[in-house]
């Protein structure tokens, strides 16, 4: 009987296997994955892979989730780091094209463009979604595309302009000139504002006025200051925004100076910011700490100073820290929203583009709704378009002191970066004003070149 | 055939006419008949074989009447016959290596018989050494194995590869990646780990990648759940006739692990308990306090700096100048590493059985403790049972063999605590009265600006715990003389628990870290079922086996993590539930396996041995379409010895085989699902929504990789096989690389795996030399020999200048060539390290390379060895043995200074003594640059120049006394006792180190690294 059996069960399983070869090695995905075809084929999986990009935005520290705050703070004349290791190289605008936190930024920043180009081409190629749906997804895609490469060549120049999904072509890109990037980036913006509606999902989703407002910001960056005036006056007189009363308002949930805010995701991270700036408790070290330059700009009876300020005592010695936002944990206090754009910084653009075409009564007008926030009295620049550029020049510093690298990226457009760097930063060189390319991608992509000074 | 040919030569010559025949039997020691003896008459023409019965009739004449017997594996007979009676020859079983059992894939063999490129590690080897990783007695025994250690930590892996690189991507960025490792078969079961690291945390033993570590491969070894006590057999399988019957996974070599089975006869119990000592070997001596301030006080003068108490973010900042006491002195690297590892092992076995049933059963315990203060230790506790059965009619057999290991490594958690002898000399104390941490000195902190207290280090306690569990059942029938069926079916399983904590006690107040815990699971799964079918039978003059089988294979990995952070009681950390905020993930993948094989091989007169073998496989980690190779090989062998005219006229020469083998295998080494695009959700919702995010650039056309392997061996036994040689050549050609190949980040992902055109030769000679030097009844001298010369090289890569290898890679070079600058000694008027550039000139800014172009790098050598091998001598005298084994190898490799100089040697840390010899003043002939604190170019970016340059490598041979085991045999003592044997023993692991390597160990090549340890231990072994 043995005998049969196994003679029986061998053959059987000889046979078997030779005969279903195919269905033996069918694996199923993993549990929680699915392929694209599925992800784009109908309205609520193609806006679950939109919701994934903000998401992925909130989730990990980098380039929209606190590092440029952090990295182009260092670099400017803001913070200085305490904890050792490469964070230095920002503070010594000495980084080195190996440092980490700047290949975080490069890789960071193109990994989210790759899932808006695939969003795009999911969207664009998808059976299942109708007309509309299709411009809103594109749309809100488009937009937060041009924001990742607004940061992207402000902080490296020229950068290769990666538009499609396809490896093939896309890794043997050279760099693209700047021009070329902020043309793109004004044809997303636009396209964005041509499709999107007024609101989507309250202020922490891609709408139009998002894209109004970048746009703003964007030509005041190249320039176009008539645009700027025209885009943000749009932003200001719709009158969904108003300044918020006082400072410590400002970065709340409820704020209806929000633009665009990005809401905590992890279930113990507030913002980031809180989570890196504000110490444990007051006899705590900061990780980073104000600069004195920044510190004593702002006068005694700013608001700003004891609102967005906070000060450590340790030994004696006493260390200022960032204090927009004051919940690092959710555990401690009310969730604040990550604000990316406000109204206050349609009033700066506006007031410097009014600035610029030699409207300086109406920058004036614009400067002192800030000025009044933070109850400073009114500033009259007696019609000298020097003398305002500098005051708004001040006010950029202060009301947007350790934010999104306002400070980094405004010297650099405004070329004065040389002339105040040289002040604070002893071994301060020209060519610091661009990061590194990342010492990785020059070795893998042969046609990238290095910026000049590394 | 051959008595139509003896008869003709008969009638041929007439002198025959006078002979007289003789008739007789030959068998064994046991009187068993021997098939296929030749017997022949000395100093003729005359011969005859033994039938089945073991009997034979010759003729002889008067004048030529002595008879010769010879035949495989036993040693050659003479006598003179009494013609009266019937002969009665009894052959003993020669006890030449080349009839030892080898095994092979599905089925066993002997080296004599095999044509393909086996090396087999036996017991006895294993035993000889005081290890308790199998892969570590691997190490220099194997021709065409490089076995490396990857830190001198217990539980530390080891990485393992078979003649050479065969994949791309070896490294990128100056960061090797997984080698091509061998497949891994246990006892039939395919390990589910194989070579991987189990541990998904940082910890001593697995500090990361990164240049100033500089240890890539750490981590913690799979096979720690192996103890190598229980193995029976190692068994290294490379060319293409040895592997081709495992397709697409044979392509970078097999290893075989076998375990050991019980043995007829009466139930033995045997013991072997051991304890010993590690200790850490040389090691790069560092400044004294003296000498560190020394060059502290240089720095800040070279940089026109005066040091202060204040700007800590600043490189003027210095308390070990201004605050520390200055005539403090603490040897560091004494205080961590100087300490005593100890050892303990404990093996037993009880083995037995009948004629129809054998049996083992064997318990194991392993304890090696860290050389770090504190209570860390790797413990093991194995249990091995193995039963065989058969009938009584020997046609029905079944085998079980099951091991189950639990191991369990407590180890520190920072792996920070490698470079804690970088701290001040005269750094303060660290601990108070009550052995609490110090967190700050003088009111200034630690860790700003300055070192960290390492005890810290020591509290974040880290460990693995592994269980594994691996069965193979084999249930086989033999249904006539020449047809068996068998089916095999296997389960391996490694399941383990990591926890890593970082207690409010081992947290520097001052920078208000929240106490957390990491723990995480590793889960790995196989089973397998191989049912086979084998056909022998004598066809002609030689006998033929076909093998035919299948195989399925199912593999499962899944991985979870869960953080928790705010601990308020450092009691509490080692649970989840006492965490307030957790978060948590996880990861799981299959793979699906299933082939059908076949092996034909045919010996004909014991002399022509031919072999073929052919796999189909299919694979689940290829798209549709492409998920089926065909894989095959074929090998012939020639037993030249057995030659009438060459054993009638070179006598000494008792064995010759000459063999070749040509085939292809393949390797799906990649990670699954990469053929598809594919979209997972978000670990958070984002509002209440959950979103998806891509995963991957996907190729669906992935297909097999194939490696062409081509082998030539010649061997050769001397003097009734007292000296056997073998020596091979071989040529491996991988093509259709299937790696996973580097992108820029520009295109979404740092990786996609695709096939690329690209060949790599692997080329090269091995030899091994085993000789009998002295054989007497009293004394015996055995050496074995063995040495590799490999040569690897790129053969073609198409596109290679747009790819994103065109700085990593050049055709006709190894893939291991290191590309950097051409160091040229510090400038005498600067103080600053130079560098030639491609025109000759020196400068101290070199030019980077970019694009294509190589920029002023030139090639500085290869990390590949150019040789190595190992020496073996056992010398037995009455009751003593001594062995002593040396493993040696020719390489270039990373030294000290590359590690030295990642930092700015000249800021507050400590760095090795030997960096004095620095540039002083204008006219200085020196090795190292003038000190500097500060972050200026000779702080910077020189030394990133000088860590690329030549200057960061060099020479890093040597040669290992790996083993040295004196024993003694106290028989004597026990002859009226109920103990069969007692043995005591001493053994010596990595004892001393001949080699001019600049650093610590040359085989970890790590400044800040462990090196292997030099092991010492005492032992006992007794059978009952």
Request: glycine share 8%; charged share 20%; net charge neutral.
């Amino acid at each position: 009987m043995k005998k049969y059996l196994i003679v029986f069960l061998s053959s059987i399983l000889i046979v078997a296997i030779a005969s279903s070869c195919k269905k033996l090695i069918k694996i199923g995905l993993p549990k929680d994955e699915l392929t694209s075809e599925i992800v784009f084929a109908d309205s609520a999986d193609a806006n679950a892979a939109l919701v994934g990009i903000y998401e992925n935005m909130t989730e990990g520290f980098n380039l929209a989730a606190g590092t440029t705050t952090i990295d182009a703070g260092m670099s400017a004349d803001e913070l200085y780091p305490t904890a050792t290791g490469d964070d230095i190289q920002f503070y010594n605008n000495a980084v080195l094209p190996k440092n980490n936190s700047v290949s975080g930024l490069w890789a960071g920043a193109y990994s989210y463009i790759y899932n808006r180009n695939a969003c795009i081409e999911g969207v664009e190629n998808s059976s299942g979604l109708t007309q509309e749906q299709k411009e809103k997804f594109l749309g809100e895609a488009r937009c937060l595309r041009a924001f990742m490469y607004f940061y992207l060549v402000n902080f490296f120049g020229p950068v290769p302009l990666v538009i499609t999904t396809d490896y093939h072509q896309t890794r043997i890109l050279p760099r693209t000139p700047a021009s070329e990037i902020y043309a793109q980036v004004i044809e997303d913006l636009k396209y964005a504002k041509s499709v999107l509606p007024l609101s989507i999902a309250g202020n922490v989703r891609i709408n139009k006025d998002v894209a109004t407002a970048l746009l703003a910001r964007v030509y005041l960056f190249t320039g176009d200051y008539k645009d700027a005036k025209t885009e943000a006056t749009e932003i200001i007189e719709s009158s969904r925004y108003s300044l918020a009363t006082t400072p410590n308002d400002v970065f709340l949930p409820q704020s209806k100076e929000t633009i665009w805010a990005l809401l905590p995701v992890s279930p113990y991270v507030g913002t980031w910011e809180a989570f890196y700036f504000v110490p444990s408790s007051s006899s705590v070290i900061p990780d980073y700490v104000v600069s004195n330059t920044l510190f004593n700009t702002f006068t005694g009876n700013d608001l700003r100073k004891s609102q967005w300020m906070g000060i450590s005592t340790v030994n004696g010695s006493q260390y200022p820290y960032p204090y927009k936002y004051k919940t690092p944990t959710i555990y401690d206090g009310t969730p604040e929203n990550y604000v990316i754009l406000r109204l206050a910084e349609q009033y700066l653009i506006r007031a410097e583009a009014e600035a610029n075409l030699n409207d300086i009564s109406d920058a004036e007008a614009d400067i002192n709704k800030i000025r009044l926030r933070a109850g400073l009295p009114p500033f009259s620049a007696e019609n000298n378009q020097t003398v305002m550029l500098s005051e708004i020049e001040t006010q950029w510093q202060l009301e947007f002191a350790f934010e999104w690298g306002h400070r980094w990226l405004n010297l650099k457009r405004t070329g004065r970066i040389n002339e105040v760097l040289k002040a604070s930063k002893a071994d301060w060189k020209p060519e610091a004003a661009l990061y590194p390319i990342p010492e990785t991608e020059i070795k893998r992509n042969p046609f990238l070149k290095q910026n000049d000074g590394y | 055939m051959k008595h139509i040919i003896y008869t003709i030569i008969t009638v041929l010559f007439p002198a025959m006419i006078y002979c007289q025949t003789v008739t007789g039997i030959v068998t064994d020691s046991t009187k068993t008949p021997i098939e296929n003896v030749t017997v022949a008459v000395k100093g003729t023409k005359q011969k005859t074989l033994t039938n089945a019965a073991g009997r034979f009739s010759i003729k002889i004449t008067p004048s030529n009447k002595v008879l010769q017997f010879f035949a495989t594996g036993y040693y050659t007979l003479e006598m003179t016959p009494n013609l009266q009676k019937t002969i009665h020859a009894v052959l003993r079983q020669s006890v030449s290596s080349l009839d030892e059992v080898q095994v092979i894939a599905y089925g066993t063999t002997t080296q004599r018989y095999n044509v393909g490129s086996v090396s087999k590690i036996t017991a006895k080897e294993i035993e000889r050494q005081p290890i308790s990783n199998p892969l570590a007695a691997l190490q220099g025994r194997v021709p065409g194995l490089v076995v490396t250690a990857s830190s001198g930590l217990p539980g530390s892996s080891f990485t393992a590869q078979i003649r050479g690189q065969n994949t791309l991507a070896s490294k990128i960025n100056g960061l090797p990646l997984p080698i091509d490792n061998p497949l891994f078969v246990i006892d039939g079961v395919p390990y589910a780990p194989q070579n991987v690291n189990i541990n998904q945390m940082h910890s001593v033993g697995s500090p990361g990648a990164g240049m100033q570590l500089n240890n890539n491969y750490g981590g913690s070894s799979p096979f720690n759940s192996i103890n190598p006590s229980d193995i029976e057999s190692i068994e290294v399988l490379r060319d293409a006739d040895a592997t081709a019957i495992y397709g697409s996974r044979g392509g970078n070599g097999v290893i075989l692990i076998t375990t050991k089975r019980g043995q007829a006869g009466k139930t033995d119990f045997s013991l072997n308990v051991s304890n010993g000592a590690s200790l850490i070997g040389k090691t790069m001596p560092m400044m004294n306090t003296r000498e560190y301030l020394t060059m502290r006080r240089e720095a800040m003068q070279n940089d026109g700096i005066t040091p202060n108490l204040t700007t800590f973010w600043d490189p003027s900042y210095a308390p070990d100048l201004l605050a520390f006491d200055t005539t403090k002195y603490t040897d560091w690297k004494d205080y961590f590493l100087g300490n005593t590892a100890h050892n303990t092992m404990i093996n037993s076995a009880l083995s037995g059985g009948n004629a129809n049933t054998t049996f083992r059963i064997a318990a194991g315990y392993n304890r090696n403790t860290y050389i770090y203060p504190g209570d860390f230790a790797e413990n093991r506790a194995s249990f091995a049972i193995n039963l065989h059965h058969n009938s009584t009619n020997k046609k029905f057999n079944i085998d079980f063999s099951s091991s189950f290991a639990y191991d369990k490594n407590n180890s520190p958690g920072s792996p920070n605590l490698l470079k804690a002898y970088q701290l001040e000399p005269n750094f303060p104390d660290l601990v108070d009265k009550n052995n609490n941490l110090i967190w700050s000195y003088k009111g200034l902190s630690f860790n700003l600006g300055m070192g960290d207290n390492p005890i810290a280090y020591l509290r974040k306690n880290y460990y693995l715990q592994s269980n594994m569990l691996n069965s193979n059942l084999q249930v086989s029938y033999k249904i006539k003389n020449d047809l068996s069926f068998r089916t095999s079916l296997g389960y391996n399983t490694l399941l383990s628990k990591e926890y890593s904590g970082s207690p409010s006690a081992a947290l520097n107040p001052f920078q208000g870290l929240t106490p957390s815990a990491d723990f995480g699971t590793n889960n790995f799964m196989t089973w397998i079922i191989e049912p086979q079918a084998e056909y022998k039978k004598k066809i002609a003059a030689g006998v033929l086996n076909i093998l035919a089988g299948s195989s399925i294979q199912y593999n499962t990995n899944a991985t979870t993590r869960m953080i928790g952070t705010g601990y308020t009681n450092d009691d509490l950390i080692e649970s989840i539930n006492a965490a307030p905020y957790v978060s948590a993930g996880d990861k799981y993948s299959e793979y699906r396996y299933a082939a059908i094989f076949g092996r034909i091989n045919y010996i004909y007169q014991n002399k022509y041995i031919i072999n073929l073998n052919g796999r189909r496989d299919g694979s689940s980690r290829f798209g549709p379409g492409k998920q089926f190779g065909n894989f095959g090989s074929i090998g012939a062998g020639w037993l030249f010895a057995e030659e009438r005219y060459i054993k009638e006229n070179l006598s000494w020469l008792s064995y010759g085989k000459l063999r070749a083998s040509y085939g292809l295998t393949g390797g799906d080494g990649i990670g699954d699902y990469q053929y598809i695009s594919r979209w997972a959700t978000t670990p958070y919702p984002y509002g209440n929504k959950i979103g998806y995010l891509p995963q991957n650039l996907y190729n669906p056309l992935l297909v097999w990789a194939s490696t062409k392997k081509t082998e030539l061996g010649l061997e050769l036994g001397f003097l009734q096989d007292k000296i056997l040689l073998s020596t091979s050549f071989f040529r491996d050609i991988s093509g259709n690389q299937l790696i996973s190949y580097y992108l820029p980040s520009q295109t979404g992902f740092g990786s996609v795996t695709e096939n690329w055109d690209a060949d790599v030769q692997n080329t090269g000679l091995e030899f091994t030399v085993q000789s009998q030097n002295i054989r007497k009844k009293d004394f015996r001298w055995s050496t074995s020999f063995n040495l590799s010369i490999p040569k690897n090289k790129l053969r073609s890569f198409p596109g290679l200048e747009t790819s994103s290898y065109a700085l990593t890679y050049k055709v006709g070079l190894p893939l291991n060539t290191i590309f950097g600058f051409d160091y040229a000694g510090v400038n005498p008027q600067t103080g600053l390290f130079q560098f030639r550039t491609k025109d000759g000139e020196l400068t101290s800014t070199p030019t980077h390379p970019s694009g294509t172009d190589f920029g002023d790098y030139i090639k500085i050598g290869s990390t590949s060895p150019k040789f190595y091998g190992g020496l073996q001598n056992s010398f037995t005298y009455k009751g003593i043995q001594l062995d002593i084994f040396l493993e040696f190898k020719k390489q270039m490799g990373i030294n000290y200074l590359q590690q030295a100089y990642s930092g700015i040697p000249g800021q507050e840390f400590n760095v090795p003594k030997a960096l004095l010899g620095r540039w002083q003043k204008p006219g200085d002939i020196s090795d190292f640059q003038k000190f500097t604190a500060s972050y200026g170019d000779a702080g910077r970016t020189i030394l990133e120049y000088y860590i690329v340059s030549s200057a960061g490598y060099s020479d890093a041979s040597y040669i290992r006394f790996k083993t040295i085991n004196l024993s003694y045999d106290l028989n004597k003592l026990i002859r009226h006792t109920a103990l069969k044997s007692l043995r005591i023993y001493g053994a010596a692991q990595n004892l001393f180190t001949i080699t001019n390597y600049l650093g610590n160990d040359p085989e970890t090549q790590s400044l800040y690294g462990v090196p292997v340890l030099k092991t010492f231990v005492l032992g006992l072994q007794l059978t009952l």
